[in-house]
């Protein structure tokens, strides 16, 4: 079974940053495509960063310039560094992992990011 467990999530101030982490057990974690995906209250889900096998990455506007994604094989972990956090970017944060074929692929549990004064 696929597991995703996320951390790094909190409280910051605006203007401030975040490193989230995503831990990949019970399978073979260099043949997903990993993202992080962000959903506010009253709000859809929606992707924030994506990186792909050979490590192509790919962002929303929303984080693009402020936010970078990255993955770790031997470590099985993919992170999200978060700098300049704006409120807007409060959200619960999802990590995904999804094999090529799938259309869905497994979530994490998510990790609540809040930024406020």
């Known amino acids: 079974q696929v597991q995703l467990v996320e951390s790094g999530g909190g409280l910051v101030q605006p203007g401030g940053s975040l490193r989230l982490s995503c831990a990949v057990s019970g399978s073979s974690f260099s043949i997903y495509t990993m993202s992080w995906y962000r959903q506010a209250p009253g709000l859809q889900r929606e992707l924030v960063a994506g990186?792909?096998?050979?490590?192509?990455?790919n962002y929303a506007d929303s984080g693009k310039g402020r936010f970078t994604i990255s993955r770790d094989n031997a470590k099985a972990t993919v992170y999200l560094q978060m700098n300049s956090l704006k409120p807007e970017d409060t959200a619960v944060y999802y990590c995904?992992?999804?094999?090529?074929?799938?259309?869905?692929?497994?979530w994490g549990q998510g990790t609540q990011v809040t930024v406020s004064s």
């Open positions: 995904n992992a999804r094999r090529d074929f799938q259309r869905t692929g497994y």
């Open positions: 990186i792909t096998r050979g490590g192509s990455t």
